[in-house]
């Protein structure tokens, strides 16, 4: 693979995302070429299942049927991103892509056709392109309507003075909240010293001034020349027709004209490093962070296979080098390394995370003696082996989930060919360990290495970063593999997913087994183990936790490393209670998690890492705005007693439990509480019913905890409402958090209409009344929403409303949803927005239902609950029969604004200079 795929498929990828909405899902089928073409459209290459035609103004379109199911997902990536951005224009490529979202003389109002088609959809910006997707339910209307509005956008988008204005702020908040982070403000620091000249040195999100100040006439002219049919590529994958769907993207797109003008050309390269550079950042905050970065070949460029593999080899957790030398050895709480690069030469980075007040300077000296003296000890092939399984798992799991494909996909289209993805997968065997420990004894070396200070050299030892080949020499010899992997069509009713469950008792387990043919033969499995009531389970809370986080560090026969692997050889994502693996190895996974459960070591070496790691990720938090706001909420509705596990505590507590805590209090919790004797398990995939029952018999009946179980209880009590303001020094964004209580149970008549009310109100995303009002007219946060949280078990029910903002904007930010409160509460939602919330609601509960996962975990859920998917029935039911009147009413008697209970934090000081300019 080159160091682009991983980052992207395996790895973290660095996105800008303009809208929050991102989907999952899995199982493909089988790719049909379409017979018959429509005039002027060529076929093109098809690899497994996924087929390419080409129309004759240019578009490039992939399509990729599978009916296993009922969504489609729309992806359309531009061969755009911040790369092609000029002086002055930095941010310009991730603001246009907010822009697109801001309609067209057809569709007038996206984010509402959005919501109302119960659609999950995003935007992101990287440094070589931008994509736009949808995933939502089947249908012919569905899709027919997202072609239609991404080919009407693709030429037609307002890009308007208007919207700019707005959205400008907008994003320059989303700006403001990355400058919060330590590590985000250390990454775009590492690209813009790294770099003399390439682009890639400019971060996406762009300068403060250039986000403010960049023109409309900009904007437009960079949307005319690149939007256009000759430089995007259109995805379709999921449930559909694919002679249809081609007869509609012709019509659709292929009535827009290949455009006349050429693209700008692009001719900067960036000189060969010239001696070690360094930085450093001094900001206000709790953890220390030191980072190299190392230039590396094009992702098209050879080496980058390799350069992958020596990535994860040293940056692993806990199977890395890095991990074992400086984590393992108390010098550093965690540690990172991962590739930036694309199209162009781009950046290895590879760093460790380092307790504040501990030494910085030996661990910024053993990391780079760790990184620099790699290539002197060349991987050994357990090393490599468990490399490319890593990697080819990854892939494997990215091919098979629909709802990924368009965004691991685009990583590959922005490099100029799709088929690089399978390309990379199938090279992964042929990559030596030799290959691996020369291109680190290439690139990681003292002149390429950018980390802390500058110091001349009379004798410069310079890494030469190779040109990137083109395309057709990197995709030489490429020969694509037939697509063998088979899903049945599951219909994720209600009614069908009760009548293909079967639901039993084990031990003490309450069972749901639902078999489905999946491709890949994916399987999903949610166990909840469920011990001890109010009186045992007092002063518990930290040792509970601290138990079930130490249980993947070692057995009584596998040390951490050993059980990481296993986990990897049986494809198991996830930990033992709630993992995805396939049906071939879901015996052994089942065993496994059993003996993770039941045997842990405990080692002594893992106890102490863990809690000095969450001890320095709580410091770490203290500055934090959403932290300080979130934490006074908290303690002001907390009343029940220290100790109590309901029990609020704050992080001075925590911390304090965390220091007296010892290896003995953890081991003697999970004696006395751990076992099966109370708990439920579900089941959702490819698999056996019988052979599985037998094995959750063997391993988990009669496993029982010593603690008496009796479920605990919540209680709301009235509080005087709080209204607080908390200073977060030196922190770009802030934080609003607000809530009250309320009294409601998930089964009450009224609580499927006050759903819907939060649904409009602001727990619909980005179409609601609360997202229209802060950010889409105000443009005071890039984010926000609230949330309805009804008891289950008891009536101790809350309604809460959260958004980030500037902190001279925080006050701006209240009043604003203090007003939209009052006008809900004043005049009521319309029956337009009624109508649009149940489309949406009821869309994205079956879309859920189709989801693997969130199936296991539902039913998990509700055999906790002594429910079926009946329930589920019954609820959607009358959420789709509430009136406007019985929406109006429980809103208005769930909902007073003077019992509203508000915190904020942010920097007082940038609070207090916007003040007085508010006032001239």
């Not at 103004?57 to 729309?74: C, Q, R, Y």
């Not at 109002?109 to 939502?136: C, H, K, L, S, W």
């Not at 609580?751 to 889409?776: C, H, T, V």
Request: net charge neutral; glycine share 8%.
């Amino acid at each position: 693979m080159n160091n682009s795929r991983l980052k992207h498929v395996a790895a973290a990828s660095f996105l800008l995302c303009g809208m929050s909405f991102v989907a999952t899902g899995t199982a493909w089928a089988a790719a049909p070429a379409v017979a018959g073409l429509p005039a002027g459209v060529v076929k093109g290459p098809s690899v497994e299942g996924i087929t390419e035609y080409r129309l004759p103004n240019g578009l490039k379109v992939l399509l990729f049927p599978d009916a296993s199911k009922p969504t489609v997902t729309v992806n359309v990536t531009y061969l755009v991103g911040s790369r092609h951005e000029n002086y002055g224009e930095t941010g310009m490529a991730h603001l246009l892509e907010h822009l697109m979202f801001k309609g067209s003389p057809k569709n007038k109002n996206i984010p509402q056709e959005f919501a109302a088609r119960g659609m999950e959809f995003n935007g992101t910006t990287a440094n070589d392109r931008t994509n736009y997707y949808e995933v939502f339910q089947a249908s012919p209307d569905n899709l027919k309507w997202a072609l239609d509005m991404e080919a009407d956008r693709m030429v037609h988008s307002y890009i308007a003075r208007k919207d700019l204005d707005s959205e400008m702020t907008v994003v320059r908040n989303e700006y403001e909240s990355g400058e919060n982070s330590p590590f985000a403000v250390l990454l775009k620091r590492m690209q813009s010293v790294a770099y003399d000249w390439h682009s890639y040195g400019r971060s996406t999100i762009g300068n403060r001034s250039d986000i403010e100040n960049v023109k409309i006439e900009n904007l437009q002219g960079f949307y005319h020349t690149y939007y256009q049919p000759d430089n995007a590529v259109l995805l379709v994958a999921g449930k559909f027709d694919p002679a249809q769907t081609l007869q509609w993207i012709t019509k659709s797109f292929g009535a827009i004209p290949k455009p006349k003008r050429a693209l700008p050309p692009f001719w900067t390269v960036e000189p060969t490093q010239d001696g070690e550079r360094s930085f450093i950042v001094r900001r206000k905050g709790d953890v220390q962070i030191v980072a190299l970065g190392y230039k590396i070949p094009s992702a098209l460029q050879q080496d980058s296979d390799a350069l992958s593999f020596m990535s994860e080899i040293l940056g692993d957790t806990p199977t890395g080098r890095l991990h074992k030398q400086l984590v393992e050895s108390g010098k550093a709480a965690q540690v990172f390394s991962f590739g930036e690069t694309g199209y162009a030469p781009g950046l290895q980075i590879i760093g460790a995370v380092v307790k504040a007040g501990q030494p910085l300077e030996p661990v910024r000296d053993a990391l780079i003696e760790a990184v620099e003296s790699f290539a002197k000890t060349p991987p050994t092939e357990e090393e490599m082996e468990r490399t490319r399984r890593n990697f080819a798992n990854s892939i494997e799991k990215s091919l098979n989930d629909p709802q990924r494909v368009g965004v691991t996909l685009s990583e590959e289209i922005s490099l100029g060919d799709w088929r690089l993805l399978f390309q990379g997968r199938d090279k992964l065997p042929s990559i030596t360990s030799k290959e691996v420990a020369d291109v680190a004894a290439r690139y990681l070396k003292r002149d390429n290495r950018v980390v802390g200070e500058f110091i001349p050299e009379d004798n410069p030892q310079r890494a030469e970063i190779p040109a990137a080949p083109g395309v057709e020499e990197a995709m030489k010899g490429f020969k694509a593999k037939e697509n063998v992997l088979t899903s049945e069509v599951f219909d994720p009713t209600n009614d069908n997913i009760n009548a293909r469950t079967e639901i039993k008792t084990i031990g003490g387990l309450k069972v749901a087994l639902l078999p489905k043919k999946n491709r890949g033969e994916t399987v999903a499995v949610t166990l909840q183990l469920n011990w001890g009531d109010e009186k045992n389970l007092v002063n518990t809370s930290v040792v509970s936790a601290f138990t079930g986080e130490m249980l993947m560090r070692g057995t009584s026969k596998y040390n951490r490393e050993q059980l990481a692997d296993a986990f990897s050889r049986l494809k198991i994502t996830g930990g033992p209670q709630r993992f995805e693996t396939t049906g071939p190895n879901l015996d052994e996974a089942l065993r496994l998690a059993a003996h993770v459960l039941k045997e842990p070591s405990f080692s002594p070496a893992e106890f102490e890492q863990l809690r000095q790691q969450w001890i320095v990720g709580l410091e770490a938090s203290r500055s934090e705005p959403q932290v300080l706001a979130s934490q006074a909420i908290e303690q002001h509705f907390n009343h029940y007693p220290q100790g109590d596990v309901r029990n609020a505590m704050s992080i001075d507590e925590q911390l304090a439990a965390l220091k007296a805590l010892k290896l003995e209090d953890v081991i003697a919790f999970h004696r006395n509480y751990y076992g099966a004797s109370h708990g439920e398990l579900a089941i959702v995939g490819d698999f056996d019913k019988a052979a599985v029952s037998k094995t959750i018999a063997d391993n988990f009946a009669g496993w029982n905890s010593k603690a008496s179980y009796a479920p605990v209880l919540s209680t709301n009590v009235d509080k005087a409402p709080l209204h607080v303001m908390l200073n977060a020094p030196d922190k770009e964004n802030g934080f609003y958090t607000a809530r009250l209580n309320v009294d409601l149970n998930s089964n009450d008549a009224d609580y499927p209409a006050l759903e819907l009310a939060n649904y409009m109100f602001g727990g619909g995303g980005l179409k609601s009344r609360l997202m229209d009002r802060i950010r889409q007219k105000d443009g005071l946060s890039y984010g926000g929403g609230s949330d309805l949280r009804p008891g289950s078990l008891d009536r101790a029910g809350s309604f809460s409303v959260a958004a980030i903002a500037a902190p001279q904007n925080l006050k701006k930010l209240e009043a604003a949803i203090r007003e939209e409160l009052d006008r809900v509460l004043k005049d009521g939602f319309t029956e337009a927005e009624l109508v649009n919330a149940k489309s949406g609601l009821l869309q994205m509960r079956q879309q859920n239902r189709a989801k693997d996962t969130a199936l296991a975990n539902g039913w998990a859920r509700n055999l906790y609950l002594g429910r079926t998917f009946a329930w589920s029935k019954e609820f959607e039911a009358r959420l789709n029969g509430a009136t406007l009147a019985q929406v109006n009413a429980a809103f208005r008697k769930a909902v007073d604004p003077a019992k509203l209970s508000v915190a904020m934090s942010g920097d007082e000081a940038k609070a207090g200079a916007a003040a007085p300019a508010a006032a001239k």
